[in-house]
């Protein structure tokens, strides 16, 4: 199996983990897409994993893993697209609403 399709396939399983509220499962499963993910020559893959890994660690209640997951997603994004685009922005909306303690279980 490709490492691309690895990845989207430890992605995917990583967020319907999070949707049913197994919040460890998906931690795991996401854990294991991130380190697939530094295989690739963008670090975009990792950005959005780490978007990912922080809504899961913020709903396991591990708000400082959250805040780290994001600050290391925006910095992927930024150095690689900067800041005016929809990815960073959909980050940077999901660190605040972390932040608020706002993100729906």
């Known amino acids: 199996m490709s490492p691309a399709r690895e990845l989207g396939i430890l992605n995917r399983e990583g967020m319907k983990a999070l949707a ?7 931690i795991f499963l996401l854990s294991q897409a991130l380190d697939k993910a530094h295989c690739f020559k963008t670090s975009l893959n990792e950005a959005k994993i780490h978007n ?5 660690t913020f709903m396991a209640g591990q708000q400082n893993k959250a805040q ?3 600050e290391r997603a925006l910095h992927c994004v930024r150095e690689e697209l900067g800041e005016d685009n929809q ?3 959909r980050i ?14």
């Open 20 to 26: 049913d509220g197994n919040t460890a499962n998906a």
């Open 52 to 56: 990912s890994l922080g809504l899961a």
């Open 68 to 70: 780290s997951h994001f």
């Open 87 to 89: 990815l960073y922005k």
């Open 92 to 105: 940077a909306s999901n660190m605040d609403k972390a932040n608020r303690g706002d993100i729906a279980a």
